[in-house]
T-cell receptor, first 115, second 114 residues
């Protein structure tokens, strides 16, 4: 079974802090994704990566950056946290082969609160 | 462009009765379709997927879905609901050849009454 592990289940940070959310997958998947999930807005794609050191903006990249130095690890960075970034963050991975036909595999999420 | 509409934001059933969660999609291509389930404070778990093989797809936990191209629908069903089925369900459409192009429905919250 694919396992996607997010380093924290719950996180509380203060406005203006730099925040790192970490995600690791163990299935050698090429593609990795970061989403945020908010009530009434569903899942929205922040960034995705299709290879090491490669990244592409999703639908809502403003205020975020990402890092992918190793294939198994994809980090989401909030450069200067703001209260409107309080949300549930979900990481996912999928193989490149058969892209579009392959489901994404999700971690359990990080519930981030910015005070 | 592709889109997916989950027709009910909330569905409530009694334990032991059938479940029907409705999903319509729009796609310019032959899409792949997925259903995911999300239990409280958990990530999304894949229930089943359709990728242009059999139109009736069986998934985990007794769920199944039927792809109907003429109706552009991919409804999720289960013959008999269990209390453990209470969760939020997402219908997802994907564009072949693109890892990025997942479009999520807004979700259906399923409540199972004892």
């Amino acid at each position: 079974d694919v396992k996607v592990t997010q380093s924290s289940r719950y996180l509380v940070k203060r406005t203006g802090e730099k925040v790192f959310l970490e995600c690791v997958q163990d299935m050698d998947h090429e593609n990795m994704f970061w989403y945020r999930q908010d009530p009434g807005l569903g899942l929205r794609l922040i960034y995705f990566s299709y290879d090491v050191k490669m990244k592409e903006k999703g639908d809502i990249p403003e205020g975020y950056s990402v890092s992918r130095e190793k294939k198994e690890r994809f980090s989401l960075i909030l450069e200067s946290a703001s209260t409107n970034q309080t949300s549930m963050y979900l990481c996912a991975s999928s193989p490149q082969q058969g892209a579009g036909n392959q489901p994404q595999h999700f971690g359990d999420g990080t519930r981030l609160s910015i005070l | 462009a592709q889109s997916v509409t989950q027709l009910d934001s909330h569905v409530s059933v009694s334990e032991g009765t059938p479940v029907l969660l409705r999903c319509n999609y729009s796609s310019s291509y032959s899409p792949s379709l997925f259903w995911y389930v999300q239990h409280p404070n958990k990530g999304l778990q894949l229930l089943l997927k359709y990728t242009s093989a059999a139109t009736l797809v069986k998934g985990i936990n007794g769920f199944e879905a039927e792809f109907k191209k003429s109706e552009t629908s991919f409804h999720l069903t289960k013959p008999s609901a269990h209390m453990s089925d209470a969760a939020e369900y997402f219908c997802v459409v994907s564009e072949p050849g693109s890892a990025r192009q997942l479009t999520f429905g807004s979700g259906t919250q399923l409540t199972v009454l004892p």
